[in-house]
Protein backbone atom coordinates (compact mmCIF):
# COMPACT_ATOMS: atom_id res chain seq x y z
CA UNK A 1 0.00 0.00 0.00
CA UNK A 2 1.84 2.83 -1.27
CA UNK A 3 0.77 6.18 -0.04
CA UNK A 4 1.15 9.41 -1.71
CA UNK A 5 1.89 12.62 0.17
CA UNK A 6 1.87 15.80 -1.01
CA UNK A 7 3.35 19.23 -0.26
CA UNK A 8 1.68 22.37 -1.87
CA UNK A 9 3.62 25.18 -1.68
CA UNK A 10 4.96 29.10 -3.41
CA UNK A 11 8.36 29.37 -4.53
CA UNK A 12 8.31 33.03 -3.50
CA UNK A 13 7.14 33.30 -0.05
CA UNK A 14 8.64 29.70 0.73
CA UNK A 15 5.18 28.37 2.57
CA UNK A 16 3.64 25.35 2.20
CA UNK A 17 0.80 22.55 3.02
CA UNK A 18 1.51 18.97 3.18
CA UNK A 19 -1.60 16.81 2.14
CA UNK A 20 -2.12 13.49 4.16
CA UNK A 21 1.32 13.67 7.07
CA UNK A 22 1.72 10.07 7.37
CA UNK A 23 4.11 7.34 8.57
CA UNK A 24 7.17 9.01 8.53
CA UNK A 25 6.16 12.63 9.86
CA UNK A 26 9.85 13.75 10.59
CA UNK A 27 10.99 12.59 7.09
CA UNK A 28 8.59 14.42 5.50
CA UNK A 29 9.10 17.88 7.82
CA UNK A 30 12.93 17.26 6.33
CA UNK A 31 12.42 16.90 2.66
CA UNK A 32 10.38 20.26 3.20
CA UNK A 33 13.46 22.08 5.77
CA UNK A 34 15.46 20.98 2.72
CA UNK A 35 13.72 22.52 0.22
CA UNK A 36 14.28 25.86 2.04
CA UNK A 37 10.27 25.87 3.10
CA UNK A 38 8.33 26.21 6.06
CA UNK A 39 5.19 24.00 6.76
CA UNK A 40 2.20 26.47 7.26
CA UNK A 41 -0.71 24.24 7.30
CA UNK A 42 -2.23 20.48 7.03
CA UNK A 43 -4.68 19.29 4.03
CA UNK A 44 -6.36 16.03 5.01
CA UNK A 45 -8.59 14.40 2.32
CA UNK A 46 -10.13 11.91 5.32
CA UNK A 47 -9.95 10.61 8.44
CA UNK A 48 -8.23 6.93 7.96
CA UNK A 49 -5.13 6.65 9.65
CA UNK A 50 -2.59 5.53 6.46
CA UNK A 51 -3.64 9.39 5.79
CA UNK A 52 -3.41 11.15 9.08
CA UNK A 53 -2.76 8.88 11.47
CA UNK A 54 -3.94 6.56 14.18
CA UNK A 55 -4.29 2.86 14.77
CA UNK A 56 -4.93 0.49 12.26
CA UNK A 57 -5.03 -3.33 12.42
CA UNK A 58 -2.85 -3.40 15.26
CA UNK A 59 -0.28 -0.65 13.64
CA UNK A 60 0.36 3.11 15.49
CA UNK A 61 0.39 4.70 12.39
CA UNK A 62 2.35 8.59 12.80
CA UNK A 63 0.22 11.46 11.66
CA UNK A 64 -0.88 14.77 12.53
CA UNK A 65 -0.76 14.33 15.96
CA UNK A 66 3.20 14.04 15.30
CA UNK A 67 3.38 16.86 12.80
CA UNK A 68 1.78 19.62 14.75
CA UNK A 69 4.56 18.93 17.79
CA UNK A 70 7.15 19.52 15.39
CA UNK A 71 4.54 22.24 13.58
CA UNK A 72 1.80 24.44 15.14
CA UNK A 73 -0.15 24.59 11.95
CA UNK A 74 -3.95 24.67 11.17
CA UNK A 75 -4.98 21.19 9.81
CA UNK A 76 -8.00 21.76 7.23
CA UNK A 77 -10.44 19.49 7.27
CA UNK A 78 -13.76 19.02 6.11
CA UNK A 79 -16.52 19.76 8.54
CA UNK A 80 -18.27 16.74 8.27
CA UNK A 81 -14.81 14.71 8.48
CA UNK A 82 -14.19 16.39 12.16
CA UNK A 83 -15.68 13.79 14.47
CA UNK A 84 -13.88 10.98 12.56
CA UNK A 85 -10.49 12.52 12.58
CA UNK A 86 -10.45 13.59 16.51
CA UNK A 87 -11.47 9.45 17.59
CA UNK A 88 -9.03 8.31 15.05
CA UNK A 89 -6.02 10.59 15.60
CA UNK A 90 -6.33 12.01 19.02
CA UNK A 91 -6.25 15.62 18.11
CA UNK A 92 -8.72 18.10 19.54
CA UNK A 93 -10.89 20.11 17.91
CA UNK A 94 -9.09 23.34 18.24
CA UNK A 95 -6.35 22.35 16.48
CA UNK A 96 -8.93 21.45 13.36
CA UNK A 97 -9.95 24.21 11.01
CA UNK A 98 -12.81 22.83 9.68
CA UNK A 99 -14.28 24.13 5.44
CA UNK A 100 -17.09 23.56 3.55
CA UNK A 101 -17.43 22.31 0.01
CA UNK A 102 -15.69 25.62 -2.52
CA UNK A 103 -13.70 26.79 -0.16
CA UNK A 104 -10.46 27.90 -1.11
CA UNK A 105 -7.17 28.38 1.15
CA UNK A 106 -4.79 30.84 0.07
CA UNK A 107 -0.71 29.55 0.74
CA UNK A 108 1.16 32.67 -0.42
CA UNK A 109 -0.15 33.33 -4.03
CA UNK A 110 -1.41 29.95 -4.75
CA UNK A 111 -5.17 29.74 -4.34
CA UNK A 112 -6.28 25.74 -3.57
CA UNK A 113 -9.83 25.53 -3.74
CA UNK A 114 -11.62 22.42 -2.00
CA UNK A 115 -13.73 19.92 -3.39
CA UNK A 116 -16.20 18.11 -1.06
CA UNK A 117 -16.34 14.37 -1.94
CA UNK A 118 -18.13 12.00 0.40
CA UNK A 119 -18.17 8.37 -0.40
CA UNK A 120 -15.30 6.92 0.59
CA UNK A 121 -15.93 8.92 3.83
CA UNK A 122 -18.26 11.46 4.89
CA UNK A 123 -16.25 14.54 4.63
CA UNK A 124 -13.52 13.24 1.92
CA UNK A 125 -12.66 16.17 -0.14
CA UNK A 126 -9.64 16.41 -2.94
CA UNK A 127 -7.74 19.79 -3.71
CA UNK A 128 -7.70 21.78 -6.82
CA UNK A 129 -4.89 23.68 -7.65
CA UNK A 130 -2.95 25.26 -10.46
CA UNK A 131 -4.84 22.22 -13.04
CA UNK A 132 -4.13 19.80 -10.82
CA UNK A 133 -6.42 17.48 -8.72
CA UNK A 134 -4.87 15.51 -5.65
CA UNK A 135 -7.97 13.15 -5.26
CA UNK A 136 -6.97 11.03 -2.04
CA UNK A 137 -9.28 7.86 -1.78
CA UNK A 138 -12.17 8.81 -3.88
CA UNK A 139 -10.32 8.46 -7.45
CA UNK A 140 -7.95 6.51 -8.21
CA UNK A 141 -6.45 6.11 -11.98
CA UNK A 142 -7.72 2.88 -11.49
CA UNK A 143 -10.95 2.30 -9.42
CA UNK A 144 -12.07 4.26 -6.59
CA UNK A 145 -12.34 4.37 -2.29
CA UNK A 146 -14.18 1.51 -0.92
CA UNK A 147 -17.50 1.98 0.03
CA UNK A 148 -18.06 -0.73 2.48
CA UNK A 149 -16.27 0.88 5.67
CA UNK A 150 -17.04 2.79 8.18
CA UNK A 151 -18.87 6.17 7.15
CA UNK A 152 -18.64 4.68 3.72
CA UNK A 153 -21.56 5.45 1.00
CA UNK A 154 -22.12 4.28 -2.50
CA UNK A 155 -25.31 6.91 -3.43
CA UNK A 156 -22.33 10.07 -2.74
CA UNK A 157 -19.50 8.13 -4.07
CA UNK A 158 -21.17 8.09 -7.42
CA UNK A 159 -22.60 11.99 -7.10
CA UNK A 160 -18.75 12.39 -5.86
CA UNK A 161 -17.15 11.01 -9.26
CA UNK A 162 -19.97 12.49 -11.31
CA UNK A 163 -18.81 15.88 -10.15
CA UNK A 164 -15.13 15.06 -10.34
CA UNK A 165 -15.82 13.39 -14.30
CA UNK A 166 -16.80 17.48 -14.86
CA UNK A 167 -13.25 18.24 -15.05
CA UNK A 168 -11.44 19.87 -17.81
CA UNK A 169 -9.09 16.56 -19.51
CA UNK A 170 -6.00 18.58 -19.50
CA UNK A 171 -6.52 18.15 -15.30
CA UNK A 172 -3.81 15.85 -13.66
CA UNK A 173 -4.88 13.81 -11.06
CA UNK A 174 -2.86 12.98 -8.11
CA UNK A 175 -3.58 9.84 -6.28
CA UNK A 176 -3.59 8.87 -2.84
CA UNK A 177 -2.32 5.82 -3.50
CA UNK A 178 -0.37 4.30 -6.26
CA UNK A 179 -2.56 1.34 -7.25
CA UNK A 180 -1.31 1.28 -10.96
CA UNK A 181 1.25 3.02 -13.22
CA UNK A 182 2.23 5.92 -13.90
CA UNK A 183 1.75 7.92 -10.87
CA UNK A 184 -0.65 10.44 -11.88
CA UNK A 185 -2.69 10.61 -15.40
CA UNK A 186 -4.60 13.33 -17.18
CA UNK A 187 -8.32 13.51 -16.19
CA UNK A 188 -9.17 12.93 -19.97
CA UNK A 189 -7.32 9.62 -20.10
CA UNK A 190 -8.64 8.37 -16.48
CA UNK A 191 -12.07 9.26 -17.60
CA UNK A 192 -11.89 7.12 -20.77
CA UNK A 193 -10.09 4.28 -18.89
CA UNK A 194 -11.34 3.98 -15.60
CA UNK A 195 -14.17 1.23 -15.16
CA UNK A 196 -15.74 3.32 -11.87
CA UNK A 197 -16.61 5.81 -15.07
CA UNK A 198 -18.99 3.21 -16.86
CA UNK A 199 -22.08 3.44 -15.25
CA UNK A 200 -24.20 6.59 -16.76
CA UNK A 201 -26.92 6.12 -13.92
CA UNK A 202 -26.36 5.71 -10.23
CA UNK A 203 -28.98 2.86 -10.69
CA UNK A 204 -26.42 0.64 -12.76
CA UNK A 205 -23.52 2.21 -10.29
CA UNK A 206 -25.60 0.59 -7.17
CA UNK A 207 -25.72 -2.66 -9.58
CA UNK A 208 -22.13 -2.56 -9.13
CA UNK A 209 -20.87 -0.86 -5.96
CA UNK A 210 -24.02 -0.83 -4.00
CA UNK A 211 -23.44 -2.70 -0.59
Not at 2 to 14: C, K, Q, S
Not at 90 to 105: E, F, K, Q
Not at 107 to 136: A, M, R
Amino acid sequence: MVNFVYAIGDLVTRECVIVDPAYAVDELASIVQADDMVISGVLGTHYHPDHLGGSMMGWNIEGISTLLDVADVPVHINRYESEWVQKTTGVSSNLLSLHDAGDIIRIGEIDITLLHTPGHTPGSQCFLVDNKLVSGDTLFLEGCGRTDLPGSNPDDMFDSLTLLSTLPDDVIVFPGHQYSQPAQMLMGDVRSSNYVFKPKTKEAWLQWFGR
